[in-house]
């Protein structure tokens, strides 16, 4: 399955803040929770891997 999302980029005076929005069927498909924590994994340039901290039921 693949989606197309953006990253965004929030600058304020004394800080920046990247966001990635994942798209509600990614959303749905992974089962995400409201404030589960996540882990990216740098594989390389091209790629990255989520992985959820906790563990499902």
């Known amino acids: 399955m693949g ?3 953006r ?3 929030i600058e304020r005076k004394n800080s920046k803040q990247w966001y990635v929005n994942f798209p509600m069927a990614i959303a749905r498909a992974i089962g995400f929770e409201k404030s589960e924590e996540f882990e990216w994994i740098i594989i390389d340039k091209n790629k990255m891997m989520l992985r959820r901290l906790k563990k499902s039921r």
Request: aromatic share 0%.
């Open 3 to 5: 989606c197309k999302t």
């Open 7 to 9: 990253i965004q980029l």
